[in-house]
Each structure stands twice: as C-alpha cells, then as structure tokens.
C-alpha cells in the first residue's frame, strides 16, 4: 500500500488510482526565459524519484511534464534582450532539456508546449464563457472566481482573506479584483493566436488546466509541482478544470515539493540568490546532485550551504554527497560484479510511505555499512550485496556504470584538478609495496604518510594495494 501526502486534504491518504494499475501524473514544469537554477531541480527530481518508485512498484505510470513558452516573463526577458520571444523561447526549452538529461533524470512521457495547445487552450475558455463563469471584456477573457464556491480550499484561504491582501491582478474593469486573466488581448508587438475574443494569448493559469485534459483526461491522479505554486496557479487551475469539465475531481491527489534554501534562505529568481543547475553540474557530479536533492522529504524544505573559498563558492552539501556516492561505488567495487537481485525490501515500503527518499537512504547505508563489515572480515555475503546493489539502483537511478569505471573516472578528474604526476604517484605506491615486502614497515608508513600530504590515500587489501585521489586532503574519501 503506497500513502502520500495530499495537500488538498492535508493529511496522508492512501494512494488509490483512478484506473486500477494505471496512474497518470501532471506536474509543472518551467516557464522557459532562463536557464532553471537548483531549486527548480529539486522539484523535477523529487517526481523524478516519485515515478519511478511507482514503477518499480508495478504501475503502469503516464509522466506529462508541461513547458510555459509563452508568458510575461518570457516576452518582457527577450524584449530586454532585444530576442524574438517564440524563438527566446525555444532557445530555454532546449536548454531546460539539456539540463534534466544532464542531471539524469527520466523524460517525461509527454512534454506539451503551451503554444502547441492554442485550440485546446480557447476552447476550454470558450466552455468557461458558456457556464457564466467566465467573461470577455475588451478583448481580454476573465474568470469569475465568486461563481465558483469550493475557490481557496487546496490553499486552506477564504475570499475575505483574500481581498485582504493577497496577490491579484490590478485592473479596474474587472468586475471584481479576484477575478484572474484567462485570455490576454494582443498588445504591440507580442505573440498572438487568433480566438473568438479577438487576438491574443492565453493567461498562465488556464495553460495546465487544458494540457493535462489533453494528455491525461478530464480526471487523472496526481498533480504535483513546488510549494510556491499552490496559490494562485493550482488553485486557479481546480477552479477552471472543475467549471469547464464539471464538478467531479479533477486531480485526485495535490503533492507539492518544499522549497530549497540558500543558507535557510528560499532559494528564487526574484531575490537573485540562485545559482543555476547547469553551474553546479559544472563543479559536482549529476549523481552527487541528485543524492543530495533527496537527502530529506520532498515535501520538507532543505538547505543548500554555500561557503567560500578566496572568494569562490563551495557546495558543501554536494561535496559530502560525493564522498557519500564514493563510499557506495567503493563498496561495489570491493564486492566484484553483482547479479540483480530483489532490494532490502524495507527500502522499498519506506517509499511506500510518502515517497521518503531519506529513509530509504538511511536503509541504503546501513547496508553499505554492513557490507563493508562483511568484506572488511574476509567475508562475501554475494546475494546481500547484491541487494544492497539494486536498492541503490531503484532508489536513485544513480548506479548505471561500472563501480571500478567510476572510481577510474573520478580519479582522473581529480588528478587532474590537483595537477598530480600519476607516473610518479604510482612509482611511489611500488616503492612502498617493496618496502612492505622487505617488512620495512616504517619506510612503508612514510611513503603513506607523503601520499597523503598530496591528497592520496594508499589502501592495502586481500587483492594487493590500490590508491585513490581524497576530494577533500587530509579526510578519508
């Protein structure tokens, strides 16, 4: 039994699909005008973790992950620019595809673009328009929030609140202030679709209520994005599914990701303390990323610490990640080629609880931790390894090379970094292994000990002496 957290609700539920074995999945994807930044990440990796745990689990899942390529944001960034806005706009669509295949997550099943959806789009305003709930009004469409009564409860707010104060649209010809843009007549110089209200462009709402009919039907099971999207936007989209579509559901679940904070500050564009995914995917491993992105409930904030260093900034978190996935290839790798097998079964129910991607790290390691035991003692339990292996695998996608190619590769990198000699590094972990086979045990320490001065790590095991490159001198990787 899988149980999430709706946030409709308010309180953990038991996952039951719409169509037994089936479930389809909505979530918001990006409004393409830059290039996303780690926050962003978090979001897309968390349902990343969310549909294929569902797989593993046996569901025949339908992943639809939209793209916002029209919008204010979008024109108003390439007239600064002096860009044309349709072509702005493909340009940040193929590098936010860019970017989620670096970071290795999986592709949607579908990706719809707002501006390929422009007849779904109108004709939902149009059905909005023959219910009384919305209105056109000088070449713009509006909907009539009062007229729908359920408005404000996926966000917990009542309309008295409100018109206290909270974010709307200013705009005096609007027959009340709550009301929101469902179409935008043509202004100078944007892009404009043709529609029986006269030229012009969706608002950014209306958007996702139509792509997820089209690409999902009129009912599916969950609709996810970030924390910051509960209101206005899914409100509104309830509002505008449910008047056009009718009163039944029309996401069954609401799950939304808790926001990434830059030193215990929410990361965004508008306070400009972001740093983008494609700059820490220059400075860190895509696994490394992703490990850390699920190191706490995806619905719990998380802090990204960022130090300096001669005025250069440092991700610690991911630097500990590293040495986290170094540990876990390192084990494999120790182990030997391993068989599939069936994962430490807890792994797998404590994702069933809400998706707890930290809990089931915390199954992970301490299966790292007792293998290493295991090999440590001269003994090979191959089918518990083995599962500590695929658990791995199924929980973070983060084991698709070779354990002893990975530690080659990130070597080399690090090699590299720090400037090493390798020939020389290598003649010297033979001249040690000499001095060990004399027994001059002390000569052989303080070969060990001038490696490690460099930020290398010599280890003596049943199967000779192997070196490796510390990410961090002086600690053990």
């Given at each position: 039994?899988?149980?999430?957290?709706?946030t409709a609700?308010r309180a953990?539920?038991?996952?039951?699909?719409?169509?037994?074995?089936?479930i389809?999945?909505?979530?918001?994807?990006?409004?393409?005008?830059?290039l996303?930044?780690?926050?962003?990440?978090?979001?897309?990796?968390?349902?990343?973790?969310?549909?294929?745990?569902?797989?593993a689990?046996?569901?025949?899942v339908?992943?639809v992950?939209n793209v916002?390529d029209?919008?204010d944001?979008?024109i108003?960034?390439?007239?600064?620019?002096?860009?044309?806005?349709r072509?702005?706009?493909?340009?940040?669509?193929?590098e936010?595809?860019r970017?989620m295949?670096a970071?290795?997550l999986?592709?949607?099943?579908?990706?719809p673009r707002?501006?390929?959806?422009?007849?779904?789009?109108?004709?939902?305003?149009?059905?909005l328009v023959d219910?009384?709930l919305?209105?056109?009004?000088?070449?713009d469409v509006?909907?009539?929030?009062?007229?729908?009564?359920?408005?404000?409860r996926?966000?917990?707010r009542?309309?008295?609140?409100?018109?206290a104060?909270a974010?709307?649209?200013v705009?005096?010809r609007?027959?009340?202030?709550l009301?929101?843009?469902?179409?935008?007549?043509?202004?100078?110089?944007?892009?404009?679709?043709?529609?029986?209200?006269?030229?012009?462009?969706p608002?950014w709402?209306?958007?996702?209520s139509?792509?997820?009919?089209r690409?999902?039907?009129?009912r599916?099971d969950?609709?996810?994005?970030?924390?910051?999207?509960v209101?206005p936007?899914?409100?509104?989209e309830?509002?505008?599914?449910?008047?056009a579509?009718?009163?039944?559901?029309?996401a069954?679940y609401?799950?939304?990701?808790?926001?990434?904070n830059?030193?215990?500050?929410?990361?965004s564009k508008?306070l400009g303390?972001i740093f983008?995914l494609?700059?820490?995917l220059?400075r860190?491993?895509?696994?490394a990323v992703?490990?850390?992105?699920?190191?706490?409930q995806?619905r719990n904030?998380?802090s990204?610490?960022?130090?300096e260093?001669?005025g250069?900034?440092?991700?610690?978190n991911?630097?500990d990640a590293?040495e986290?996935l170094?540990?876990?290839?390192d084990t494999?790798a120790?182990?030997g080629a391993?068989?599939?097998a069936?994962?430490d079964?807890r792994?797998?129910?404590?994702?069933?609880?809400?998706?707890n991607?930290p809990?089931?790290?915390?199954?992970?390691e301490?299966?790292i931790?007792?293998?290493?035991?295991?090999?440590?003692?001269?003994?090979?339990?191959?089918l518990?390894?083995a599962?500590v292996?695929?658990?791995?695998?199924?929980?973070?996608?983060?084991l698709?090379?070779?354990?002893?190619e990975r530690?080659?590769?990130?070597?080399?990198?690090?090699i590299?970094?720090?400037?090493?000699?390798?020939a020389a590094?290598?003649?010297r972990v033979a001249?040690?292994?000499e001095?060990r086979?004399?027994?001059d045990?002390a000569r052989?320490d303080?070969?060990?000990h001038e490696l490690?001065?460099?930020?290398?790590e010599v280890?003596?095991?049943a199967?000779g002496t192997?070196?490796?490159?510390?990410?961090r001198?002086?600690?053990?990787?």
């Amino acid at each position: 039994m899988i149980r999430l957290y709706d946030t409709a609700t308010r309180a953990k539920v038991e996952l039951a699909p719409h169509q037994p074995g089936r479930i389809g999945i909505y979530v918001c994807g990006p409004t393409v005008y830059d290039l996303i930044h780690l926050g962003n990440a978090r979001t897309f990796t968390a349902f990343d973790a969310v549909v294929r745990h569902l797989r593993a689990r046996g569901f025949d899942v339908r992943y639809v992950r939209n793209v916002t390529d029209v919008d204010d944001r979008i024109i108003r960034r390439a007239a600064e620019l002096g860009k044309d806005a349709r072509q702005f706009a493909d340009r940040y669509t193929d590098e936010f595809r860019r970017d989620m295949d670096a970071l290795g997550l999986l592709r949607p099943d579908a990706e719809p673009r707002v501006t390929d959806h422009m007849d779904d789009i109108v004709a939902m305003i149009q059905r909005l328009v023959d219910r009384g709930l919305a209105y056109p009004l000088d070449g713009d469409v509006y909907y009539a929030t009062r007229r729908f009564a359920p408005y404000g409860r996926l966000s917990g707010r009542n309309l008295d609140e409100l018109m206290a104060g909270a974010r709307v649209d200013v705009d005096e010809r609007k027959r009340d202030p709550l009301d929101f843009a469902l179409w935008k007549g043509a202004k100078p110089g944007e892009p404009e679709w043709r529609s029986p209200f006269g030229p012009g462009r969706p608002g950014w709402h209306i958007e996702c209520s139509a792509m997820s009919a089209r690409h999902l039907g009129e009912r599916f099971d969950i609709h996810g994005g970030g924390m910051d999207l509960v209101f206005p936007h899914h409100e509104n989209e309830i509002a505008q599914s449910q008047g056009a579509l009718g009163d039944g559901t029309f996401a069954h679940y609401w799950m939304h990701s808790g926001f990434l904070n830059l030193n215990e500050e929410k990361m965004s564009k508008s306070l400009g303390n972001i740093f983008s995914l494609r700059e820490v995917l220059g400075r860190h491993e895509a696994e490394a990323v992703r490990l850390f992105l699920l190191s706490s409930q995806y619905r719990n904030p998380l802090s990204f610490d960022v130090a300096e260093d001669d005025g250069d900034p440092r991700f610690t978190n991911l630097e500990d990640a590293e040495e986290r996935l170094d540990r876990y290839y390192d084990t494999l790798a120790r182990a030997g080629a391993l068989e599939e097998a069936s994962p430490d079964e807890r792994m797998l129910e404590v994702m069933d609880d809400d998706f707890n991607t930290p809990a089931a790290l915390a199954v992970l390691e301490e299966g790292i931790g007792r293998a290493n035991r295991e090999l440590d003692a001269r003994r090979l339990d191959a089918l518990a390894l083995a599962a500590v292996a695929t658990g791995a695998r199924r929980l973070l996608g983060i084991l698709g090379r070779d354990p002893v190619e990975r530690a080659e590769e990130v070597r080399e990198g690090l090699i590299r970094k720090r400037r090493l000699d390798r020939a020389a590094i290598e003649a010297r972990v033979a001249e040690r292994a000499e001095a060990r086979a004399r027994k001059d045990f002390a000569r052989s320490d303080a070969i060990r000990h001038e490696l490690k001065e460099l930020g290398v790590e010599v280890r003596d095991g049943a199967g000779g002496t192997t070196w490796t490159v510390l990410r961090r001198r002086g600690q053990p990787a």
